[in-house]
């Protein structure tokens, strides 16, 4: 059980450390195509007062079109999220589901850009991506094998402490043996991600979560103290 931990406790703390580096090249990328999108307008403004410049302008719009401002706009508000990792690792994790035709969405409080999310001490940051990390990977497993493959995030500041839940469409689950050893409703990695997950709620006196199941979404409810 140790090696396996260690295993899970390994992939998710490389992962944070890729997803650091990856972040800073996301934000020097969002900046890039926001002046991008400037230069083009200034092109269209100029050239549309000429003649014959239709097919020029047609090219200009679909650089600076809905199809860039939608995306742009869909993963800007984990621009809510601190510098500290985290931003990136979402962002990473929301394409990967994006990639297996889930569709994904995002909502976020501007408050947590300033709460005290982003100066959490070594410990309980590397604990929180890894419960994250274990969750949002069973949520997009589930996601995909359901009907509707749906996939959401939503991070709040209520009464002074972050909230984060995760939720998805699934297909089938038994209630009973959630959270319990080795569970998973498909594979022994997940299982044993689960039983990570639980050893870190027990060992933790800042991170807590419980679960919820509706008839059509299975909800991780994560709360850290401040």
Not at 58 to 82: A, C, E
Not at 127 to 132: A, G, P, T
Not at 162 to 189: A, L, M
């Amino acid at each position: 059980q140790k090696i396996d931990n260690d295993i899970v406790v390994k992939k998710y703390d490389e992962l944070l450390d890729i997803m650091k580096a990856y972040e800073n090249d996301i934000e020097e990328q969002r900046t890039l195509i926001h002046e991008t999108k400037n230069e083009f307008a200034t092109i269209k403004c100029k050239l549309n007062d000429k003649e014959e410049t239709e097919t020029i302008i047609k090219y200009i719009d679909s650089v600076i079109g809905d199809k860039v401002s939608t995306n742009m706009s869909k993963y800007s508000k984990f621009k809510n999220l601190p510098s500290n990792g985290l931003k990136g690792f979402f962002y990473y994790k929301f394409m990967k589901a994006e990639r297996k035709g889930i569709e994904v969405s995002v909502n976020i409080s501007k408050q947590i850009e300033e709460s005290y999310i982003k100066e959490l001490d070594t410990k309980t940051f590397k604990d929180l991506v890894r419960i994250i990390g274990v969750y949002l990977d069973n949520a997009i497993e589930a996601s995909v094998e359901s009907e509707e493959k749906k996939l959401g995030i939503e991070i709040y500041l209520i009464k002074k402490e972050v909230k984060i839940i995760i939720s998805n469409t699934y297909n089938r689950i038994d209630t009973e043996k959630v959270g319990k050893e080795r569970y998973t409703t498909k594979g022994k990695n997940r299982g044993h991600g689960l039983l990570l997950v639980k050893k870190i709620l027990h060992e933790s006196e800042r991170i807590k979560s419980e679960t919820e199941i509706t008839e059509e979404l299975f909800i991780q409810k994560i709360e850290i103290k401040k």
